[in-house]
Nanobody, 114 residues
Framework: VQLVESGGGLVQPGGSLRLSCAAS????????MSWARQAAGEGLEWVSG???????YYADAVKGRFTISRDNAKNTLFLQMNSLKPEDSAVYYC?????????RGRGTQVNVSS
């Protein structure tokens, strides 16, 4: 199983970023996928999930601002993040599964600051 995140960076409050996760080594189209994040000094936090059938789930903290999606033809998971806030700053991880305890990638850093 390999999960490689990209798309992080520095953005001003109110800005947007689109994270991507390239998946390989397993059957992506039959896997529930998620995003999790970890802020400095904090524990892992579940952010969003998407089922095999495309049903999406969001943490209250990001609902209405973040959108998770998947492209099964390209084995890629996405997280569109809009209206970013400083408290969204964290390392964002792609997760194969439903919880933060499942297999995840190495992460991509997102910093929201003016």
């Amino acid at each position: 199983v390999q999960l490689v995140e990209s798309g992080g960076g520095l953005v001003q409050p109110g800005g947007s970023l689109r994270l991507s996760c390239a998946a390989s080594g397993f059957i992506f189209s039959t896997s529930h996928m998620s995003w999790a994040r970890q802020a400095a000094g904090e524990g892992l936090e579940w952010v969003s999930g998407i089922s095999v059938g495309g049903t999406t789930y969001y943490a209250d903290a990001v609902k209405g601002r973040f959108t998770i999606s998947r492209d099964n033809a390209k084995n890629t998971l996405f997280l569109q993040m809009n209206s970013l806030k400083p408290e969204d700053s964290a390392v964002y991880y792609c997760v194969r599964g439903r919880t933060v305890r499942d297999t995840r990638g190495r992460g991509t850093q997102v910093n929201v600051s003016s």
